[in-house]
């Protein structure tokens, strides 16, 4: 899933940007694959072992893609997506005349976590190809702004940013702001 979007995100002309791949559980369903055949006393298979870390979509997407630019995972909590988009920032600034391929995703959590009740309740991909323009992000010809502050206590709801970005971005809306698990994210045009 974020393979195939980070490439359609991409034209010709656009093949090898800088990137960010942003999870919070990463490759979680192949780890647990591992964990139980393990406990089965089962052989564990060598595709699932390889592909069983959180870097494994960026990687893939390096590969296919022949891309040797600048890249990193972003594995931040409830507040991923936001981190994630902040890691784009900071690559932009680093590198202002290049593009910036954010990529977001996440699963449901495998049965057996269901009781943790933290996680996305369906998969989610988003890809955004960024760019440096005047201090603010663009992406898709239309401006974007984030900012954060620190939340004077945590918030035990559970929000996916990247669904409340997403929201943000179709909607129109000028400003949103969403309270992450320690910051508040406000998106902005």
Known sequence: MAVTTGINCLSESQSHPKCVFASRHGELTRTVK???SIANQED???TDFSLSVHNTSLGLFSILTQNKQPATTVAGGVDTFGYGLLESCVLMSRFPDSKVLFVYHDE???DKYSEF????KESICIALLLSWNENVLSGANTNVSM???ERATGSDEERDLGESFLKHYLSGAENSVVDGQSRQWVWGR
């Open 117 to 120: 009740k933290f996680g996305p």
């Open 108 to 110: 449901p959590l495998p």
């Open 44 to 46: 564990i298979s060598p």
């Open 34 to 36: 591992i964990l139980e």
């Open 147 to 149: 900012s954060m502050k």
